[in-house]
């Protein structure tokens, strides 16, 4: 038996009578479609509801499912530790879930587990269910940092371990939505805000779940989401199948998003596979992307490619443009798969007798020396996104006001320690925000006297 029926859910603390004290009228309509949520999930009487929470313990490259028999919790950091959960949970299935992890060599496991009481994002849907439905283990899953591609295959691979029980189960996805919607909000406003709100709304009343894996991740950033990565692996468990949304409620009275959906299954379809279609689209974009990329960059993919299957560490073709042979320069190898950071290494000035050298060098850093990240492997090879930067001679500056976010990339100096940051980054906006990332890289700390110095680019994609 496959998953029965899923829900997207906020999980605002406030909505708790005992913690909002009154508060939580400002949310009523919040409050009316959770009772129906609740009133549908004692209608179906689940053997097992799974929860996935951006507040249980989340590691960027691992997906932790909550381990053991049990677990407690309560809402004593809102001042309401009379508010207590005791869960069972479903270990049978916590079991086959990571079975199928192992086969898949896919990150996902019960290990790394810091606390074992219930989180908030946990317990808040489970303070209205539990009003209505007493019976049925649980299952406590967390996000992590991976690509949103992973957190459709999870949901893939959640579902199947549900299947392969024949367990009577429903999907709880927990997350607000973004925390950026009023100046009057905690989080204040952005401009994102508003539009993630409505365009995830959207997506939700259609059970357009293929346009979940098109959100861009410096977007969700801005907008403060909290919930994307947990309604994306919620989608995952419904691949494959026809899905009948009921859009329940939206509300933004508080600065920040809570909406309400439920999904519930209604067959098989085949054009409803929507991780295989996107990964087919992306396929066909990056191997366009190849075939188009100049001189610098595809020398850049050689480079790793070379080295990550043979081990092999290439000697520059003669048949390049002059310059890459004769001219030396700093430079930078950039590595996005699925839209993420995947390796980023270079160096500020030549260290190479050409430039054609430095790519080749800090191409196999970037992709096997980054100390962010594990070293590619062979199979990730297809999935890469590369661009080259090659720097002009860096010139020192008295003040940021000679900055510029999309001109100039910023390497402060302290001492020894030196942080560099490039230039027309995603998600880096201003000069302030450009410098105080180049500081957190060399770990100089906020008041410390800096220098400054600035460079420009010349970006190869």
């Given at each position: 038996?496959?998953?029965?029926?899923?829900?997207?859910?906020?999980?605002?603390?406030?909505?708790?009578?005992?913690?909002?004290?009154?508060?939580?009228?400002?949310?009523?309509?919040?409050?009316?479609?959770?009772?129906?949520?609740?009133?549908?999930?004692?209608?179906?009487?689940?053997?097992?509801?799974?929860?996935?929470?951006?507040?249980?313990?989340?590691?960027?490259?691992?997906?932790?499912?909550?381990?053991?028999?049990?677990?407690?919790?309560?809402?004593?950091?809102?001042?309401?530790?009379?508010?207590?959960?005791?869960?069972?949970?479903?270990?049978?299935?916590?079991?086959?879930?990571?079975?199928?992890?192992?086969?898949?060599?896919?990150?996902?496991?019960?290990?790394?587990?810091?606390?074992?009481?219930?989180?908030?994002?946990?317990?808040?849907?489970?303070?209205?269910?539990?009003?209505?439905?007493?019976?049925?283990?649980?299952?406590?899953?967390?996000?992590?940092?991976?690509?949103?591609?992973?957190?459709?295959?999870?949901?893939?691979?959640?579902?199947?371990?549900?299947?392969?029980?024949?367990?009577?189960?429903?999907?709880?996805?927990?997350?607000?939505?973004?925390?950026?919607?009023?100046?009057?909000?905690?989080?204040?406003?952005?401009?994102?805000?508003?539009?993630?709100?409505?365009?995830?709304?959207?997506?939700?009343?259609?059970?357009a779940f293929s346009e979940m894996l098109d959100f861009d991740e410096v977007f969700c950033d801005k907008a403060a989401e909290c919930g994307h990565r947990s309604f994306v692996i919620m989608a995952g468990a419904l691949d494959g199948m026809d899905v009948e949304a009921n859009y329940l409620s939206h509300q933004d009275v508080t600065g920040v998003g809570y909406g309400i959906c439920t999904f519930k299954p209604i067959g098989l379809n085949e054009k409803r596979h929507f991780l295989k279609q996107h990964l087919s689209a992306l396929r066909e974009k990056i191997e366009n992307a190849r075939e188009q990329s100049d001189p610098y960059v595809k020398l850049a993919r050689r480079s790793l490619e070379s080295f990550i299957v043979n081990g092999k560490v290439i000697k520059a073709p003669l048949d390049l443009p002059l310059e890459m042979l004769q001219d030396r320069a700093g430079v930078f190898v950039s590595i996005h798969k699925h839209g993420k950071l995947r390796g980023c290494i270079g160096t500020t000035g030549p260290t190479e007798i050409c430039i054609a050298d430095e790519i080749i060098q800090n191409a196999i850093s970037a992709s096997t020396k980054d100390p962010r990240f594990d070293p590619i492997t062979e199979d990730e090879l297809e999935w890469l996104e590369i661009n080259v930067d090659v720097l002009t001679e860096p010139e020192p500056i008295s003040s940021i006001d000679e900055l510029d976010v999309k001109k100039y990339g910023v390497i402060v100096s302290c001492g020894g320690r030196r942080g560099l940051l490039l230039p027309d980054l995603d998600g880096v906006d201003t000069v302030e925000d450009q410098v105080q990332i180049a500081m957190d890289k060399g770990r100089i700390r906020r008041g410390e006297s800096v220098s400054l110095q600035r460079f420009e680019v010349i970006r190869h994609v």
């Open positions: 038996m496959a998953i029965i029926k899923a829900f997207m859910v906020p999980h605002p603390p406030m909505i708790v009578p005992d913690i909002g004290r009154g508060g939580e009228k400002e949310i009523e309509e919040t409050i009316k479609a959770y009772e129906q949520v609740a009133d549908e999930i004692a209608e179906i009487k689940p053997e097992t509801i799974i929860i996935t929470s951006p507040h249980s313990i989340m590691y960027a490259d691992y997906f932790h499912i909550s381990p053991g028999a049990k677990a407690k919790g309560n809402f004593a950091r809102f001042n309401a530790a009379s508010v207590k959960f005791e869960e069972n949970y479903d270990e049978e299935l916590v079991n086959a879930i990571c079975d199928l992890a192992y086969r898949d060599d896919f990150s996902a496991g019960t290990l790394g587990e810091k606390d074992k009481s219930l989180d908030h994002g946990t317990m808040v849907p489970l303070y209205f269910i539990r009003n209505k439905y007493k019976a049925g283990k649980i299952v406590r899953i967390g996000l992590s940092g991976l690509p949103l591609t992973d957190h459709y295959k999870f949901g893939m691979m959640i579902n199947e371990a549900v299947t392969k029980l024949g367990r009577r189960t429903v999907f709880v996805a927990s997350g607000d939505l973004s925390h950026k919607l009023q100046s009057y909000g905690p989080y204040g406003f952005a401009e994102e805000g508003p539009l993630y709100d409505e365009r995830i709304m959207d997506v939700a009343k259609r059970a």
